[in-house]
Every structure is written in structure tokens, then in C-alpha cells.
């Protein structure tokens, strides 16, 4: 068990809607990454969140958004799902030690999310 | 920019041999380089990094991988394979001085065969 946990394990929605996944990271970790694992694009990097500010941002669409909240916990918002928006969406947390020293990161179990 | 590139697919190896999964890595300084495992329905799970110092990394598992800075490789290596060695691997990198987020490559499937 890394101690991150990702709720819901899995959703099932339809094109159009809007879907919130949710992440705790690990106690003390500050960073809060988000990933897409889907089988065609292998594991991309949406968007980092350190200690409740954005820090990076990868492949995200404009569609997608996400916030980290002051008890550190991260959200990812997906709206106006579409049928290739079907994947595995992870949360990964880290320490930073603000020195630029790059941690190994902490995964979660994943979401994964069908759009019917 | 950076980059990683994981040259096979899949790599099928008998219980007891050793088995290698390659990496090689583009950055335009010195790299961050970690080796991740994933079983199937989890997430993945943090096996060795590199950062500096001696160039072969032990880590998790039995589990080793050599840095090699005039090959820009780091290959992941085990002495004798476990069946439950079996599942996806991922090699990543960052530049060292960057402030860019890690960059993983597109997996590699180990299958070990009893």
C-alpha cells in the first residue's frame, strides 16, 4: 500500500457528462501529480500540484481541470467526456524538498473510467 | 527536451534466468532516472532511482539497473527472474536541474515463464 488513495475505483459515465476524481496523498507529501494511463498513449503526465498551487502541466485538455485543496487533497475534473477519454487515471504524491531534488513518487491504485 | 525510449515491447524470459529490460534516455544535462513496476490492476510501484554516485542502483525486489552515461542507457537487470516478476515496467527521466516533470517511457512487459 503506497498511502495514496483515489476514490471512486471505478466510473462509468456517458459522452457529455462531467466526472470528479478524487486524491489523498501521502501524509507529509506536498506534491500531488495527476496521470492518464490509456493503452494506445501509454502513462501521460497531466498536471502537478504542490502545496495547493499548479506547478506543471502536461498533456492536459482544455476539458480537464484540477485543484489541490489545503488539507492537500487533489481533484481532477473531466467534463464534456468523450468515448477516448476512457482510461486509467492515477494520482501520484512526493516529497519536495524545494531544492529541485526530484523524489520518487508514491502511485495510487487508479481510477478507472468508461464513457459509454 | 527530455526523453526516454523503452526499444521492446514485451520480453519473455524462463524462471531462473536473468532477464534485462532496456532503457535509454535523452536530457540535455544530467538525468534523474527511476524504474517503476506495475502489477496488473494497480498502480505503479517506485522500484530504484538513479541520481549520482555509483553507477549500478540497487533496488527493490532483487532488482538492479546500470547507468551508463556514454550509452545514455539504464537498464533494468535481475539475476534470476520470478514468475511473479511478471508485469509492466516503465523507465523515466528528468534532467537533473530541470524543473520539468518526469518523463516515463511506454512500458515494457515482462513475462516470465515457469
Known amino acids: 500500500d503506497s498511502g495514496v488513495t483515489q476514490t471512486p475505483k471505478h466510473l462509468i459515465t456517458a459522452t457529455g457528462q462531467r466526472v470528479t476524481l478524487r486524491c489523498s496523498p501521502r501524509?507529509?507529501?506536498?506534491?500531488v501529480y495527476w496521470y492518464q494511463q490509456s493503452l494506445d498513449q501509454g502513462l501521460q503526465f497531466l498536471i502537478q500540484y504542490y502545496n495547493g498551487e499548479e506547478r506543471a502541466k502536461g498533456n492536459i485538455l482544455e476539458r480537464f481541470s484540477a485543484q489541490q485543496f489545503p488539507d492537500l487533497h487533489s481533484e481532477l475534473n473531466l467534463s464534456s467526456l468523450e468515448l477516448g477519454d476512457s482510461a486509467l487515471y492515477f494520482c501520484a504524491s512526493s516529497v519536495e524538498s524545494g531544492l529541485g531534488i526530484l523524489n520518487e513518487q508514491f502511485f495510487g491504485p487508479g481510477t478507472r473510467l468508461t464513457v459509454l | 527536451a527530455q526523453s526516454v525510449a523503452q526499444p521492446e515491447d514485451q520480453v519473455n524470459v524462463a524462471e531462473g534466468n536473468p532477464l534485462t529490460v532496456k532503457c535509454t534516455y535523452s536530457v540535455s544535462g544530467n538525468p534523474y532516472l527511476f524504474w517503476y513496476v506495475q502489477y496488473p490492476n494497480r498502480g505503479l510501484q517506485f522500484l530504484l532511482k538513479?541520481?549520482?554516485?555509483?553507477?549500478l542502483v540497487k533496488g527493490s525486489y532483487g532488482f538492479e539497473a546500470e547507468f551508463n552515461k556514454s550509452q545514455t542507457s539504464f537498464h533494468l537487470k535481475k539475476p534470476s527472474a520470478l514468475v511473479s516478476d511478471s508485469a509492466l515496467y516503465f523507465c523515466a527521466v528528468r534532467d537533473i536541474w530541470g524543473n520539468t516533470p518526469l518523463v516515463f517511457g511506454k512500458g515494457t512487459r515482462l513475462s516470465v515463464i515457469a
Open positions: 501524509s507529509g507529501d506536498l506534491s
Open positions: 538513479y541520481i549520482t554516485g555509483d553507477n
